[in-house]
């Protein structure tokens, strides 16, 4: 019953499917996918399989708040539904709604970022971020001159993702080593980058090196633009839970036996950057500073969020 989910699960996991967005979106078509082929029996039984689903797809990758709330938007009236098969119509409804939702964001985004461009501008991007991209390419389509370096973002090297896609899309791009990011900073204009997950003060957690790329603009006074869907901002963060950091095998570095065996490895995948770093949060919802990210998530979540939940 739980082949698909946890399929989905296990391609996330091992990053076949990858980038916050997408993650977001693979795990809400996962649920639709389950709903839609769901023959259980009674109501309880059906809110009890749905939720095993949810657990299985959360289970995957930790730190992208995207996937949580990608699934969680899809299980929202689950609770309410008065039998197994309208409990698995809202799934499936929500899920739509979430995907469609979603894809025009990441539009919107690019739209509103690509003004924050000028011609001429020579662009610093990390990873492979669709939001980042897509302000990239909108302001390529508008025939503004840019060039954009791209970190190649050990150890999975998304960056040859990104440099493929840009690339393709007619764009002047130059390939970096992570390590480069400083040198080239002094040539850069603006920096773009994605989003995993925000948290409730501003903070951006993205793929590991992020918060380098941000100090190095802090420092040669480059502007640092983060592009995310809203639904990448945390809830638990607002009630002091911390964002948990994901960390891989170390056989992503280095092979461990070729190394001496004292050796270790330490492997985590995002770190977080400080609002203080950070220029601008472009959102489906406009441009944001990294303050207003609390107001931004209160009202979306509404303030019964606080009555309703035990923050013991
Ligand atoms: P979009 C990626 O994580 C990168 O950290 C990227 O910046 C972020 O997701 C956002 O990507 P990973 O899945 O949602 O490669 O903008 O670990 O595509």
């Not at 938007?73 to 709604?97: F, L």
């Not at 590991?208 to 995310?228: H, K, M, P, W, Y």
């Not at 990210?293 to 303030?303: A, N």
């Amino acid at each position: 019953m739980f082949d698909t989910v946890k399929g989905t699960a296990s391609d996330i996991r091992e990053m076949k499917i990858r980038g916050a967005g997408r993650i977001a979106r693979a795990g809400a078509s996962a649920m639709k996918d389950f709903a839609e082929n769901y023959r259980g029996g009674s109501l309880e039984e059906c809110r009890k399989d749905l939720d095993t689903a949810k657990d299985i797809l959360l289970e995957s990758r930790p730190t992208a708040v995207s996937l949580w709330n990608g699934v969680q938007a899809c299980m929202r009236d689950v609770g309410n539904a008065p039998s197994g098969k309208e409990a698995t119509d809202s799934v499936i409804r929500n899920a739509e709604t979430f995907i469609k939702m979603s894809s025009n964001a990441v539009d919107m985004i690019a739209k509103i970022g690509a003004k924050r461009v000028s011609n001429g501008d020579v662009i610093l991007t990390h990873c492979n971020s669709s939001a980042a991209l897509g302000v990239i390419k909108e302001a390529h389509a508008q025939s503004k001159e840019i060039k954009v370096f791209a970190t190649e973002s050990r150890p999975w090297r998304q960056g040859l993702l990104t440099v493929k896609e840009l690339s393709d899309a007619g764009v002047d791009v130059t390939l970096i080593v992570d390590s480069a990011v400083r040198s080239v900073m002094k040539r850069t204009d603006i920096v773009f980058v994605g989003a995993d997950t925000v948290a409730s003060n501003g903070a951006l957690i993205n793929k590991i090196g992020t918060s380098q790329l941000a100090l190095a603009a802090d420092e040669a006074r480059v502007s640092f633009n983060v592009c995310t869907e809203t639904y990448k901002f945390s809830p638990i963060t607002l009630f002091g839970d911390m964002v948990t950091i994901e960390e891989r095998d170390c056989g992503e570095v280095a092979d461990m036996e070729a190394l001496p065996k004292n050796v270790k490895i330490y492997n985590p995948v995002f770190d977080s950057t400080p609002a203080k770093y950070i220029d601008a949060i472009i959102t489906e919802l406009g441009v944001l500073s990294p303050g207003s990210v609390y107001d931004v998530m209160v009202r979306q979540l509404g303030d019964g969020i606080f009555k309703e939940r035990d923050c013991q």
